[in-house]
């Protein structure tokens, strides 16, 4: 294509600008400045008739793709590997019952360990509870012992006291 011919399509698609120069100080002024391409949108409305005709031409213009045909050895191939996934799959399956099994019965075993623990201690403190005596003495001479016992006083100790001179 020559030159006058590409002028020619740039003006018929778009509308050349000149874009508009922003006031910029010297030092700072681009030397080329970017040309600014506006498309031409042309909307056109087909009539009732038109749009019919073009609906069956579309439906006339696209052929149905025929798939190519696969050989028995493919085929049969593709069965090998349909049984390896399967296999693959079912093992698969079973690693994760048998990890989750042994988890499970890991957790089990701590649990029956922290009960039993806890029965222990809880058997000590009743026992220690059941080893002392009930004593069946008064209240009120409980109080009045109480009375007559003077409850001890702590002795102070001096306080230590650096003193530099």
Not at 112 to 126: C, D, E
């Amino acid at each position: 294509m020559s030159e006058t011919d590409e002028i020619d399509l740039l003006e018929e698609k778009e509308v050349i600008e000149k874009p508009i120069k922003k006031p910029i100080k010297k030092a700072f002024e681009n030397p080329l400045p970017k040309v600014v391409l506006k498309k031409k949108v042309i909307i056109k409305q087909p009539t009732p008739l038109e749009s019919e005709s073009e609906e069956e031409e579309e439906e006339e213009v696209a052929p149905v793709k025929v798939k190519k045909e696969r050989t028995q050895k493919q085929k049969d191939a593709f069965e090998r590997c349909i049984l390896k996934k399967k296999e693959c799959a079912s093992k698969r399956n079973d690693d994760a019952k048998r990890l989750a099994a042994f988890d499970k019965a890991a957790l089990e075993e701590k649990v029956i360990k922290k009960a039993i623990s806890i029965k222990k201690k809880q058997i000590k403190k009743q026992s220690a509870l059941d080893e002392i005596s009930d004593d069946d003495t008064p209240i009120e001479k409980v109080k009045e012992i109480a009375k007559k016992v003077a409850p001890v006083k702590q002795i102070e100790k001096p306080k230590i006291t650096f003193r530099f001179v």
